[in-house]
């Protein structure tokens, strides 16, 4: 099976503007993750869809946004981007909802903010 | 806000000697999860012990969990160069919430 894939993997935006990342999660994975790692707030969690449905949503302003394809695939929307919005942005897929069991995380989208 | 806490933040070893990294947490939880990460990469899972579970074993990892007093931890034997990576303990905090602590960065030198 094919792991779980994010495009892009680098990506460089300026202040204001907005960038959307795509993830396609293993064959068969209804539960797509996302979560943000960076150096001084480590790994912290955004949302989370399972059947196209966002079923939790961490402590992140609206201006993160996601959704869920009938395919599971997902894309995650960052609107008027901020510095520090510079992060390394990971999404996991697993079978079960998130928590309940195994994630298998992407290699993940590092964007750089100007 | 992140849930677990690893102990330490760094850690370096010589090949071959064990490497103990601890995980605490502040809530009730369903299940503990290990991951490892490699430099700016994926993480990759290790082993997920439940909270009705004490200890649990995958190769050279061993996981401890110790529900009354809020605390996990992975042991690695016999420890390699490519274990050099970071490590992060992950709680479901529920309701269908996973939370990550800061991560123990271990560094094998060969």
């Known amino acids: 099976k094919a792991g779980v894939t994010q495009t892009p993997r680098y990506l460089i935006k300026t202040r204001g503007q907005q960038v959307t990342l795509s993830c396609s999660p293993i064959s068969g994975h209804r539960s797509v993750s996302w979560y943000q790692q960076t150096p001084g707030q480590g790994l912290q969690f955004l949302f989370e869809?399972?059947?196209?449905?966002?079923?939790n949503k961490g402590n992140f302003p609206g201006r993160f946004s996601g959704r869920q394809f009938s395919n599971s695939r997902s894309e995650m929307n960052v609107s008027t981007l901020e510095l520090g919005d510079s992060a390394l942005y990971l999404c996991a897929s697993s079978l079960e909802l998130a928590g309940a069991g195994k994630q298998f995380f992407g290699p993940g989208t590092r964007l750089t903010v100007l | 806000s992140q849930q677990g806490e690893e102990d330490p933040q760094a850690l370096s070893i010589q090949e071959g000697e064990n490497a103990t990294m601890n995980c605490s947490y502040k809530t009730s939880i369903n299940n503990l999860q290990w991951y490892r990460q490699n430099s700016g990469r994926g993480l990759v899972h290790l082993i997920l012990i439940r909270s009705n579970e004490r200890e649990k074993h995958s190769g050279r990892l061993r996981v401890t969990l110790d529900t009354s007093k809020k605390s996990s931890s992975l042991l690695i034997t016999a420890s390699r160069a490519a274990d050099t990576a970071s490590y992060f303990c992950?709680?479901?905090?529920?309701?269908?919430?996973?939370?990550f602590g800061a991560g123990t960065r271990l560094t094998v030198k060969p």
């Open positions: 869809y399972f059947s196209e449905t966002q079923r």
């Open positions: 992950a709680t479901d905090a529920g309701p269908r919430d996973m939370r």
